[in-house]
């Protein structure tokens, strides 16, 4: 062999001896996984009751979902069962869930609401006057938070101040009612209440989910009794009189049972 060939010969050996470690460290370097994890948020809370006065509702953040529409999706609904004479009762579309009737206590129930549907809160042994009625939709999220306030002036200078008189109204007060009671007199309806203000009022005599008897009326401030004639068809048996009192534009519904 030629003093040449081997020349590149120990080249070619000390460049195999310098690749081949760093390609097997390469090799068995360990692989590193990155893990995400994610939190759902939790269901909006609906608070349901049924009460021994023949009161039974259904309310979230904004009040009573009576005749509203509320957002499509999973809610918590926490159910407050107070009387072993009535039970609560949720169903509509998808949803199909209630309270044993001489029970009483509190239960938790997890129900989806889909978009579209109509559902229905009641009691079983007095379903034709004790009920309320909701749907689920598309409905506009609330408004952007406020953005941040403006950032503060730099020291120095010269600062004036413009000093404004602002006169603030008191808040009205809200409507108050008391002493809501209901009466049969001689063919006629007896509606008597108190109210803090004046305010307007319509009472309804239902059977079942049927008007038969209405009428609007003013009320002022104290004390007020009101009287609805009963038409003739009238029938003996369990109605409900409903008294809806109006002011600056929220209403407040009280139900009574009574029997002709």
Not at 35 to 45: E, K, M, R
Not at 114 to 123: D, M, W
Request: aromatic share 6%; with cysteine.
């Amino acid at each position: 062999m030629s003093h040449l060939a081997r020349l590149l010969l120990l080249a070619l050996l000390a460049l195999l001896a310098w690749v081949i470690p760093g390609a097997v460290q390469a090799r068995r370097a360990p692989v590193q996984l990155v893990s995400a994890s994610t939190s759902a948020a939790p269901n909006p809370v609906l608070k349901a009751f049924v009460e021994p006065g023949y009161d039974i509702g259904i309310r979230d953040q904004v009040g009573d979902l009576r005749g509203r529409t509320i957002a499509a999706g999973t809610y918590t609904v926490e159910v407050y069962d107070y009387s072993t004479i009535h039970n609560f009762e949720l169903k509509g579309d998808g949803v199909d869930v209630e309270t044993d009737e001489e029970w009483t206590g509190r239960a938790t129930w997890t129900v989806t609401f889909r978009s579209g549907g109509e559902y229905e809160f009641e009691c079983d042994p007095h379903h034709d006057f004790m009920y309320g009625e909701f749907r689920a939709g598309n409905v506009a999220p609330p408004p952007p938070p406020p953005g941040p306030p403006p950032p503060p002036r730099p020291a120095g200078g010269t600062l004036r101040a413009t000093v404004f008189t602002v006169t603030a109204r008191a808040p009205k007060p809200p409507l108050e009612v008391s002493s809501l009671a209901v009466s049969k007199v001689r063919g006629q309806i007896v509606v008597r209440m108190r109210v803090s203000k004046a305010a307007s009022a319509q009472i309804r005599v239902l059977r079942k989910s049927r008007a038969l008897a209405s009428v609007r009326a003013a009320l002022k401030t104290g004390s007020n009794v009101k009287r609805l004639r009963l038409p003739a068809r009238a029938r003996r048996g369990l109605h409900r009189v409903q008294v809806t009192i109006s002011d600056a534009g929220k209403r407040q519904v009280f139900t009574r049972a009574i029997r002709l």
